[in-house]
């Protein structure tokens, strides 16, 4: 462990001897009277990659030069577009590459996996999830439980933290599916709450969740790209990602979708299909009967969105380069910083900051609520060049992201948060 100290020179020291320093210098950072802004809304909108622009302008010029005959012409032919994304995504989930395939949006791709893995019966037909969720993950899970015609009250089970906490003790989420062992249809739990930063165990409780005979499934929008992810090896049945947070796609990109492998050769599953999930060996002779591709993109509805690709494959070829390992090698120093200057002025403020971020399972986020305030502190550091994400009443969260974020940006945020309290 590192003893860490609140100066300018000890966090430019470690951003000096960071291995992963340069990597800031390819993203645009925002700017605030000439300086860099204190970025720490990765975990909403990752920055930009100063490539994005290229990969955009080849596909432009591809398509001025060739139009429709850009689907076989292209530098990056757009028939396969989707194809030369797979190899690089499967790493950063820990996925076979037949498993995960980039289509569509993240609440899209929710509802469309829940059409094959969620089907209830009169006897099994109950979703258990965190409480708390993100709300587009809550309205998703209700208007299923209602499209088969269940009530939520009866179908929904969401997990709560212990009075006055803010975690969700695992245990709990053991026990409610042990109560619930014969009518639990599926599980949907986000691997990384938006709002506490908690992480869960999702081996475990894929695990828990199978042991009752229930589907398994996991909303990676906090997770994908933030933490090292082995969603084949956990078993879990499905996941969606969002490709615009922690893996700097750009706003609403095009978004991630995992299918194990156990499901691929289940051609009975029930979904919703598109030409773009027939056999693509045979999709271009347009029949009209359905050939399911046997691998994830069985999932796929439509051609692929190559503007959104492009700029996703910039960004992918960065995080390709450097690695999910080191990564997290990075952030957990980063964040561990970041926990220790809140703790610093803690100790000037009186306690008037309280992480609530589990300290052992966290990614690289922090929740913070700050008491006594309100969102004039939010505004305050923002005049002041810091962007972190507010959450009302009082919750302010920071994302310090190892690709770009550094040592000294923290040191700078704590300066800062110190003046304004
Ligand atoms: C960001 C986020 C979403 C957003 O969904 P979109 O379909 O991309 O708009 C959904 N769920 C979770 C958990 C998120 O963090």
């Known amino acids: ?46 920055l930009q990659p100063k490539t994005t622009k290229d990969y955009l302008q080849q596909e432009l010029n591809d398509w001025a030069k060739y139009g429709v005959e850009g689907h076989f ?26 498993e995960v ?54 179908a929904l089970i969401e997990v709560v933290p212990r009075d006055g906490e803010y975690e969700i003790h695992h245990d709990d989420i053991y026990k409610a599916i042990q109560e619930n062992k014969d009518t639990l249809a599926l599980i949907l739990i986000g691997g990384v709450n938006y709002f506490s930063g908690q992480v869960f165990d999702m081996k475990g409780i894929a695990e828990a969740g199978h042991q009752v005979g229930a589907m398994v499934g996991f909303d990676l929008a906090h997770a994908a790209g933030n933490l090292k992810l082995a969603l084949h090896d956990w078993n879990v049945d499905f996941a969606a990602w969002c490709s615009y947070k922690y893996l700097n796609a750009g706003p609403g990109s095009v ?53 959104s690709m492009a700029a996703y494959k910039a960004s992918l070829d960065i995080f390709d380069e450097v690695g999910m390992e080191k990564l997290n090698e990075k952030s957990k120093v980063l964040t561990a910083y970041l926990e220790f200057i809140v703790e610093e002025i803690n100790k000037q403020k009186k306690n008037s900051l309280e992480i609530i971020t589990p ?3 966290r990614g690289c986020q922090i929740s913070i609520v700050a008491h006594g305030q309100g969102k004039a502190l939010y505004n305050k550091l923002i005049e ?12 302010i969260r920071c994302a310090p992201v190892p ?14 948060l110190t003046k304004l309290l």
């Open 73 to 98: 012409l292209a530098k990056n032919p757009w028939l396969s577009y989707h194809e030369i994304l797979t190899d690089k995504t499967a790493k950063i989930v820990g996925a076979q590459p037949t």
């Open 384 to 395: 002041n060049g810091v962007i972190p994400d507010w959450r009302e009443p009082n919750v």
């Open 101 to 154: 395939v980039m289509m569509n949006q993240l609440t899209v791709n929710l509802h469309l996996l829940m059409v094959s893995f969620y089907r209830p019966t009169k006897q099994r037909f109950k979703i258990l999830c965190e409480a708390k969720a993100f709300p587009s993950d809550q309205y998703a899970l209700q208007s299923q439980i209602k499209f088969h015609g269940f009530k939520v009250e009866d």
């Open 403 to 416: 690709m770009y974020n550094s040592f000294e940006d923290i040191y700078r945020f704590g300066e800062i």
């Open 255 to 307: 978004a991630g979708a995992f299918v194990h492998e156990k499901h691929h050769k289940n051609t009975d599953l029930p979904l919703f299909a598109g030409w773009w999930g027939h056999d693509k060996t045979t999709r271009f002779k347009m029949d009209r009967e359905f050939v399911p591709m046997e691998n994830v993109e069985r999932w796929q509805l439509s051609n692929a969105p190559i503007l």
């Open 359 to 361: 300290k052992a399972n």
């Open 1 to 46: 462990m590192i003893n860490f100290r609140n100066t300018l020179d000890f966090a430019k020291e470690l951003d000096s001897k960071d291995p992963l320093k340069s990597y800031r210098q390819k993203f645009h950072i925002p700017q605030h009277n000439n300086s860099d802004m204190v970025y720490f809304t990765g975990n909403s909108l990752g």
